[in-house]
């Protein structure tokens, strides 16, 4: 849904200048067309030669070039512009827009677009930290742009923190959120669960499953994006998605508990969550003692929520499957009264627990199997909710 928007890419002197060449290349390939303003220091880590390559279209970062600021081009692709985007958002070019300077192709560009303004800081820890880059950051989000928060983790400085570039998918979707955006689930409710369940044994050691949330959190970002009303229900610790209401859970019961109660008033429950099929029969009160040479467990059942929730809205569920995928889909599809099963294949690496792709197919009540190709789970997301709209459609 980016196909013939006029997007701004500013690229700011930050050593995730790099990572804007991805950006650059994922919104040409969705059909954007990126015009990209650098400051001077961008360019030392990253060249405009790169990016007119990728994006097919001249780059700027000389203010006093003529193709700059006085040829009518220029002027138009700013008056004509969806959005501008700031990735990555130095924290000198973040105190500029704050005050409104405007030395440089990025800031003068900001101060003469009309477009919303979207910047994804990217800075070393103590930067970040600091008062104020945070004062000038509120002042920033209070006037309306969009801040896509960074990252935590390792720095090019060593240090560990908050300040890295936000990851590309994350900026994707919030540029798709503000320019994308088709409200074909304006109005809905949709309930998501996300996150492997975690079946404790005692107070501190649990069986669990490797599932990050991440398709979960796809998708709840992603029907978020469409309009619609999202509860996410969710086991996993990713960080919480904007506009969404979050109910965190750990135990398949739980869960069942929160689905339960989300699905009142809901039209449809989206199944993502790696729930796990057994739990421990009893959880000991207090951490159990290695005093003997084995341990045995029981393990019992845990409610098949999706299997045991029932009511008139749609339900989709997951598959995750290492052999007969389509076969074995099928049969849950049935068996659980779905209306929809999202089959994926956990032996192929660039699919399934942990990634940020997925490769899956399509299972309806009537029709055939849709196969989609490897896309990242984002993409994935809008394929499945695709099929919600047209579902939630012909239930009217
Ligand atoms: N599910 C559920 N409650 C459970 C287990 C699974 O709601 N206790 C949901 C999952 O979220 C998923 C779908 O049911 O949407 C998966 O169906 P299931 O038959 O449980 O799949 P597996 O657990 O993969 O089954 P199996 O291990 O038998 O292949």
Do not use: C
């Amino acid at each position: 849904m980016l196909n013939n928007k006029n997007i701004i890419l500013g690229i700011t002197g930050s050593i995730a200048a790099y990572k804007a060449a991805d950006i650059a290349s994922k919104l040409t390939q969705a059909g954007a067309k990126v015009d990209v303003v650098m400051t001077e220091p961008a360019t030392k880590f990253i060249t405009p030669l790169t990016l007119r390559g990728i994006t097919g279209r001249a780059v700027v970062a000389d203010m006093f070039d003529p193709a700059s600021q006085h040829s009518i081009e220029h002027i138009a692709l700013v008056e004509a512009a969806d959005v501008m985007v700031i990735a990555p958002a130095t924290a000198s070019i973040i105190a500029k827009m704050a005050v409104g300077i405007a030395d440089d192709m990025v800031s003068l560009t900001v101060l003469a677009t009309r477009a919303p303004v979207m910047v994804a800081p990217a800075m070393d820890v103590d930067m970040f930290a600091n008062p104020v880059t945070r004062e000038n950051l509120a002042r920033l989000k209070a006037r309306g742009f969009i801040i896509v928060d960074p990252g935590y983790g390792r720095m090019a400085s060593g240090k560990v923190g908050w300040g890295r570039l936000a990851d590309v998918d994350k900026i994707m979707a919030a540029i798709e959120g503000v320019v994308g955006g088709s409200a074909d689930l304006a109005g809905k409710r949709l309930v998501v669960t996300a996150g492997g369940t975690r079946e404790y044994i005692d107070p501190v050691r649990y069986i669990g499953n490797p599932s990050s949330g991440k398709m979960g959190y796809a998708l709840a970002e992603a029907a978020r994006d469409r309009g619609a009303k999202v509860t996410l229900i969710t086991a996993s610790s990713l960080p919480e998605p904007e506009g969404v209401t979050v109910v965190p859970v750990e135990t398949a019961a739980q869960m069942k508990q929160a689905v339960t109660k989300a699905v009142a008033k809901a039209d449809a429950l989206l199944m993502a969550a790696a729930v796990a099929d057994y739990q421990s029969r009893t959880v000991a009160r207090s951490k159990i003692k290695k005093d003997s040479p084995g341990l045995t467990l029981e393990l019992v059942r845990t409610p098949d929520i999706l299997g045991e929730v029932r009511g008139k809205f749609l339900r989709v569920g997951f598959a995750a499957e290492s052999d007969n995928i389509i076969t074995n889909a099928k049969k849950k599809l049935a068996k659980k009264k779905l209306d929809l099963i999202v089959a994926n294949d956990i032996t192929d690496k660039k699919s399934g627990f942990g990634v940020d792709t997925n490769k899956v197919t399509l299972l309806a009540k009537k029709g055939k199997a849709e196969s989609l190709p490897l896309m990242s789970k984002r993409e994935v997301a809008d394929k499945i909710l695709d099929r919600v709209v047209g579902m939630l459609g012909k239930k009217k």
